[in-house]
C-alpha cells in the first residue's frame, strides 16, 4: 500500500483493499483498464459525488482479449491514470497484476447468453465471458454500493446488468453518459493508437448513428432500412471496415421493425487504421436511457 500524488492511496492486493475498504461507506466502484482520459474522469467524479468513498482498479484483464487482438500493445501509464484519478476525486486506486487476480489454479469463468451472444458478443468470441468473471471478482473485493459504468460501451453495461440482476450482486449499476470530443468522436483508450487526421475520420462513426436517427425521426421504422441509413455513411471513407451497426431494443435482439416505446440503441463497430472503434446512440434522442435488461428482468 503506498500514497500517489493528491492523497491517493494505491493498493495491490486483495488484503491491503479490503483494509482500506473496512468500516467506509457508501463505496463508488470504477473499473477501468487504465489509459484514463476525460471519459473516465467523468465516472470517477461521479463516483466521488455519490459516495463517501470512490475506489478505481486499474487492470488491463487478459481474459477479455482475444489471441489476435491488442493486448500487447494496450495503452499503460500507471503515473498519468494516478494523476487523472487524483484530480478527480478517487481516494483509493486498485492495481493488481495478473497473478493476483488470476493465481495458478483458477478455473472459473462466468459466460452468460441472450444479451452477451449478438454483436460484440459474436465479433469478439469469448470476450463477455472475460469481461463478467473480471467484474464479478472485482464487485467480490471491493463490495461497492454503487459501480459506474460508461454508455459507451453500451453491450458490456447491459451485461454487466443482467449478471449483477441474476447474481444478487448487492450492487446498484450506474450507467454513466458518454464523453465526446467536440468533434463528436467517443472518447476512447483506443483513441491513442489514431493520429490527429485519423480521428477526424473517425468521427464517421457518429455521423452514421446520426443519420440512423435523422431517418428515424423522419418516419423509418423498417430497422433494415435505419441501419442502410448508417452504413451508408460509413461507406464514403474507404478506411471503414464495419463488424457491425446495428438498431436493438434493451434486450439486444434485432427485431424486423422498430416501435416507439421499445427504447432502441444504434451501436456500431469498425475498424479503422487497423484500430476498432465502437459507439452508440439512442434512436430517438428523446428517449430516457433504458435498463439495458430483457424484458421481465429486475432494473
Request: aromatic fraction near 6%; charge should be neutral.
Given at each position: ?229 448508417g452504413l451508408d455513411v460509413l461507406a464514403t471513407d474507404p478506411e471503414v471496415q464495419p463488424d457491425y451497426l446495428a438498431v436493438v431494443p434493451p434486450d439486444l435482439q434485432r427485431q424486423p421493425t422498430v416501435t416507439p416505446d421499445s427504447l432502441n440503441r444504434v451501436l456500431v463497430a469498425a475498424r479503422m487504421f487497423g484500430v476498432r472503434l465502437i459507439d452508440n446512440l439512442p434512436l430517438d434522442p428523446t428517449d430516457p436511457v433504458p435498463a439495458a435488461l430483457p424484458p421481465g428482468g429486475p432494473a
Open positions: 500500500m503506498t500514497d500517489a500524488p493528491g492523497g491517493v492511496q494505491v493498493v495491490r492486493t486483495p488484503e491491503d483493499l479490503r483494509a482500506v475498504r473496512q468500516g467506509l461507506g457508501p463505496v463508488g466502484f470504477v473499473p477501468t483498464m487504465g489509459y484514463l482520459h476525460e471519459g473516465h474522469a467523468a465516472l470517477i467524479r461521479r463516483a466521488r459525488q455519490e459516495n463517501a468513498l470512490a475506489v478505481v482498479s486499474i487492470f488491463v484483464n487478459p481474459m477479455q482479449f482475444g489471441p489476435t487482438e491488442d493486448l500487447a500493445r494496450y495503452p499503460r501509464d500507471l503515473d498519468r491514470d494516478l494523476r487523472v484519478c487524483a484530480e478527480a476525486g478517487a481516494q483509493v486506486v486498485f492495481t493488481p497484476d495478473a497473478g493476483v487476480m488470476y493465481p495458478p489454479g483458477f478455473s472459473t469463468q462466468v459466460s452468460l447468453t441472450g444479451v452477451s451472444e449478438p454483436l460484440d458478443g459474436a465479433a469478439r468470441p469469448g470476450h463477455f465471458t472475460g469481461v463478467a468473471t473480471v467484474v464479478l471478482k472485482l464487485l467480490n473485493l471491493v463490495q461497492p454500493d454503487r459501480a459506474y459504468f460508461g454508455e459507451k460501451d453500451w453491450q458490456q453495461l447491459a451485461v454487466i446488468r443482467r449478471m449483477v440482476a441474476d447474481l444478487n450482486v448487492p450492487v446498484q449499476v450506474v450507467g454513466v453518459p458518454t464523453v465526446r470530443a467536440d468533434s463528436g468522436l467517443a472518447l476512447s483508450s483506443r483513441n491513442s493508437y489514431l493520429g490527429a487526421e485519423q480521428q477526424a475520420r473517425a468521427t464517421v462513426l457518429s455521423r452514421a448513428l446520426r443519420a440512423v436517427q435523422a431517418a428515424y425521426a423522419a418516419g423509418e421504422r423498417d430497422t433494415a432500412r435505419l441501419e442502410q441509413a
